[in-house]
């Protein structure tokens, strides 16, 4: 049982260039995040989802789109990358029985 | 707006020693206060967490002290072990936010042997 995917765990892409990374998750928690990591940042919500179909911004969500059509399933899209985006992204999931989210591996983008 | 406020950025102890880190929020409808452990090429995972109707909480080797006037938590770390060596955030979060975390911009600490 994974848990929670994301994929891929490393990218490189070009500036301009449109990318989607991956999240899924086999628990069907109710809500799903996107955060970015930076030195000095923290973790910053992109965007998140209470549902299927519903998502919502969080503090930094110039730049990307999310998807929510399936519960196990919230992909998140850079439409034209750009170097500010360079990051490692993490997608997490909640609303089980307590109030802990639980974040995947990671995907380290490089936007070049 | 940072709304979590964490210090320091960096911190070296010795093995055996004591780690604390500190953190401070500005929003006092957080109800959930957790810390959080990351390893390299790792996400970040629950370490522990407590609620503002307590003062402090302990597990093993690690404590939080809660101060709800003062809008500060921090995070105590006894006889720290080189195996603690990682990035630790502290986060808050709202009852009606589902699992929304917000993040204070982490700790990296490093134990030295």
């Known amino acids: 049982d994974a848990g929670i995917t994301q994929s891929p765990r490393y990218k490189i892409t070009e500036t301009g260039r449109q990318v989607t990374l991956m999240c899924h998750q086999t628990?069907?928690?109710?809500?799903m995040f996107w955060y970015r990591q930076d030195l000095g940042h923290g973790l910053r919500l992109i965007y998140y989802?209470?549902?299927?179909?519903?998502?919502d911004k969080g503090e930094v969500p110039d730049g990307y789109v999310v998807s929510r059509s399936k519960t196990e399933n919230f992909p998140l899209t850079l439409e034209s990358a750009t170097r500010s985006q360079t990051s490692v992204y993490f997608c997490?999931?909640?609303?089980?029985?307590?109030?802990?989210?639980?974040f995947g591996q990671g995907t380290r983008l490089t936007v070049v | 707006q940072q709304q979590v406020k964490q210090s320091p950025q960096s911190l070296i102890v010795q093995k055996g020693g004591i780690s604390i880190i500190n953190c401070a929020y500005e929003?006092?409808?957080?109800?959930?206060f957790p810390w959080y452990q990351q390893f390299p090429g790792k996400g970040p995972a629950l370490l522990i967490a407590?609620?503002?109707?307590?003062s402090e909480k302990k597990e093993g080797r690690f404590t939080i002290s809660f101060n709800k006037s003062a809008k500060q938590f921090s995070l105590h770390i006894m006889d720290s072990q080189p195996g603690d060596s990682a990035t630790y955030f502290c986060?808050?979060?709202?009852?009606?936010?589902?699992?929304?975390?917000?993040f204070g911009g982490g700790t990296r600490l490093m134990v030295k042997p």
């Open positions: 997490a999931t909640g609303g089980g029985t307590g109030r802990e989210a639980f």
């Open positions: 628990w069907s928690h109710s809500y």
């Open positions: 989802s209470a549902a299927a179909d519903i998502t």
């Open positions: 929003n006092t409808a957080f109800d959930y």
């Open positions: 407590i609620r503002p109707d307590v």
């Open positions: 986060a808050a979060s709202m009852n009606n936010a589902g699992n929304m975390l917000t």
